[in-house]
């Protein structure tokens, strides 16, 4: 089901959670709306599932405008962050749910239900667990169940209000990946909501950076990751390395800059701030060219597939955080207290205001 | 078969703690208890017997009991619909509408009693008018309903309240989403949440209203056969010096009262129990 979201606001009280959003999603897309807590991606995804209604702008699904259409009219999934299952019914009763509330002329007969649990069960991989209760399962089993039960009513859309938050890291791991083998299978045209960057990323088609109630980038995970459009999205992307000032002589988007950190040289009322993710920090022991910048070991983290660095920079005694490879590493010997010369492999600057 | 009474524990007080709970229960419940049944055995079987299948007694029983269960139960309906109502909105005097609800709770019970009476005589604010369409509500049957389930309402809002107030409200919205309409979700979803505080407040209220004397006795008119409760029964007893007779009284009410408390105590483990199991 295709999906339209156009200038839609809401506000609680004075607080604005949504300015103005648009939104195009393609039938059987599987998007991410990323944001930090606080940024409105669940109450789009409350708007969407009709669970709140916006204070200006429209709904289509599928073409059709559903602004103002009940819940049970939009044929859609949902699933809680906290599962929000019925702790008094079975987990055959709870996938149950949707079809035996149906009215009794749609309603399947009662064989057919059991097999339709059955199948969902079999997709979830809890065909055993059918006679228990909730409180007899763990997390990850609990949000599958959810997710089964979701998908009991055969929605056109499915809607993840952070499904895997509330799971620890290596659950939550293997469930988003069984997710997205699940929204292969079966098509459906999926939200959802994540504040965990490395979960959108690994999941979705596309990305949907928000901040303060406003979209700050739409695409692909390589674009947002790649080509951050606001300084935001570079941030919330990933780990980076700030450096207030100006890179010298203009020559902005090449590789022959010299960082001069922390002076901000600027009168006017913007500065320049320039951002280098600490992969693209390129280490040598001697100086190559003078725009390299000096700085010391602070720091050595090796666990992990990659070598995690802490040095302070010689200038502004500022912190600036390095990933080398473990080859690179290797070669160059490091020890805690070498003096090493810093270069961008790659770097980007934006303009902001001066606060 | 070995029953482990004590098990080992970091958290130190077991022995102690069931000591003191042992002693405080039979120095508050069971020795005054006793003492009901001592007095009783005064009287020969056969005695016993005619004391409390009096015609007059079974009718006080009928009464009691009746007006107790059916002013429980208007509660049940009636208090589950007020802690709603202050749980889930916000409306100005909440607050006060909030505090009002103790007011059964905190009133003497003669106070109410009067209160009652003198609204609902013939020439009061509400019997006027319900003089005219033929319901008499003082010195009747019914007068004892309207006192009993005036005092018993503050035990349904109590304990249904804070269950209402921890109620997951996704769990409602998941069975919206999932096309239950308001009456399917309110059934399948929130009502089997509340049964086991609805019946504790239910049972709660059943009791206070079987002991209750202060408030009936002014509304009821207290005419025997017909509007006279069983606790009224025991004190007129106790004024003709008949203690054997108003102990063997007392005895049904305790026994009878004691078997309901169990069946609802089971209801409950029963209706809990199910979920709740690990």
């Known amino acids: 089901m295709s999906i339209q979201v156009d200038h839609v606001t809401k506000r609680f009280g004075t607080f604005t959670v949504l300015n103005d959003v648009n939104l195009h999603v393609q039938s059987g897309e599987l998007i991410a709306l990323l944001g930090p807590s606080g940024c409105g991606k669940t109450t789009l995804l409350r708007i969407l599932a009709g669970l709140e209604r916006p204070d200006q702008g429209r709904i289509f699904l599928q073409g059709a405008e559903v602004t103002n259409q009940r819940i049970t009219e939009r044929q859609v999934g949902f699933v809680f962050q906290h599962y929000a299952l019925f702790r008094h019914m079975t987990v055959a009763d709870n996938v149950a749910f949707g079809l035996t509330v149906k009215p009794r002329a749609q309603r399947p007969s009662a064989a057919r239900i059991q097999e339709k649990v059955r199948e969902l069960l079999t997709l979830v991989q809890l065909q055993a667990m059918a006679d228990r209760y909730p409180s007899q399962l763990s997390g990850g089993q609990r949000q599958r169940v959810a997710l089964a039960r979701a998908l009991a009513v055969e929605p056109k859309l499915l809607l993840l209000d952070e499904p895997f938050g509330a799971l620890d890291a290596k659950v939550r791991k293997e469930l988003r990946r069984w997710l997205r083998r699940l929204h292969d299978e079966l098509h459906i045209t999926g939200i959802l909501v994540t504040h965990d960057q490395e979960e959108a990323l690994e999941v979705a088609d596309r990305v949907v950076v928000m901040h303060q109630g406003n979209i700050e980038q739409i695409g692909t995970p390589d674009e947002v990751y790649e080509n951050p459009a606001t300084p935001f999205v570079y941030q919330f992307l990933g780990d980076v390395n700030v450096f207030h000032g100006r890179v010298s002589h203009g020559h902005v988007g090449k590789a022959e800059h010299h960082i001069a950190s922390s002076e901000v040289e600027s009168l006017s009322d913007e500065h320049e701030v320039t951002f280098v993710r600490p992969h693209d920090l390129e280490l040598s022991l001697d100086r190559t060219t003078p725009a390299q910048l000096e700085a010391t070991v602070q720091f050595i983290n090796g666990a992990g597939a990659r070598v995690h660095l802490e040095l302070e920079s010689k200038d502004s005694a500022e912190m600036i955080a390095v990933e080398l490879t473990r080859e690179r590493y290797r070669e160059l010997k490091l020890q805690p207290g070498d003096v090493v010369f810093l270069y961008p492999k790659q770097l980007q600057v934006f303009r902001v205001p001066t606060t | 078969m070995n029953i482990i009474l004590k098990q080992p524990s970091v958290l130190p007080g077991f022995s102690l703690a069931l000591g003191f709970t042992l002693f405080y229960f039979c120095l508050i419940v069971l020795i005054p208890l006793s003492g009901l049944f001592v007095k009783t055995s005064?009287?020969?079987?056969?005695?016993?017997?005619?004391?409390?299948?009096?015609?007059?007694?079974?009718?006080?029983?009928?009464?009691?009991?009746?007006?107790?269960?059916?002013?429980?139960?208007?509660?049940?309906?009636?208090?589950?619909?007020?802690?709603?109502?202050?749980?889930?909105?916000?409306?100005?005097?909440?607050?006060?509408?909030?505090?009002?609800?103790?007011?059964?709770?905190?009133?003497?019970?003669?106070?109410?009693?009067?209160?009652?009476?003198?609204?609902?005589?013939?020439?009061?604010?509400?019997?006027?008018?319900?003089?005219?369409?033929?319901?008499?509500?003082?010195?009747?049957?019914?007068?004892?309903?309207?006192?009993?389930?005036?005092?018993?309402?503050?035990?349904?809002?109590?304990?249904?309240?804070?269950?209402?107030?921890?109620l997951d409200r996704e769990v409602e919205e998941a069975a919206t989403t999932l096309?239950?309409?308001?009456?399917?979700?309110?059934?399948?979803?929130?009502?089997?949440?509340?049964?086991?505080?609805?019946?504790?407040?239910?049972?709660?209220?059943?009791?206070r209203a079987v002991g209750e004397y202060g408030s009936v006795i002014f509304i009821a008119g207290n005419m025997p056969m017909k509007s006279e409760i069983t606790p009224l029964l025991i004190m007129t007893k106790l004024e003709q010096y008949d203690y054997a007779g108003a102990t063997a009284l007392g005895v049904v009410m305790l026994v009878v009262s004691f078997v309901l408390a169990l069946i609802i105590n089971l209801l409950q483990w029963w209706s809990s129990a199910r979920h709740m199991n690990q």
Not at chain 2, 58 to 86: D, Q, R
Not at chain 2, 194 to 207: D, H, K, N, V
């Open chain 2, 179 to 207: 096309g239950a309409n308001r009456w399917q979700t309110f059934w399948a979803v929130v009502v089997p949440e509340l049964w086991p505080a609805l019946l504790t407040g239910i049972a709660m209220a059943f009791a």
């Open chain 2, 42 to 166: 005064g009287l020969s079987w056969d005695q016993f017997w005619n004391v409390i299948t009096d015609p007059r007694a079974v009718a006080s029983y009928k009464l009691t009991f009746g007006a107790s269960l059916v002013g429980a139960l208007i509660n049940g309906v009636f208090g589950s619909i007020i802690a709603w109502v202050l749980v889930r909105y916000h409306f100005p005097g909440r607050s006060v509408v909030d505090a009002l609800v103790d007011l059964p709770f905190a009133l003497p019970t003669a106070v109410a009693g009067i209160t009652l009476t003198s609204i609902y005589a013939s020439n009061g604010w509400i019997g006027r008018y319900l003089e005219p369409l033929g319901i008499q509500v003082a010195f009747t049957p019914l007068g004892v309903l309207v006192a009993l389930t005036f005092i018993g309402l503050p035990f349904v809002v109590r304990t249904v309240q804070p269950v209402l107030q921890d």
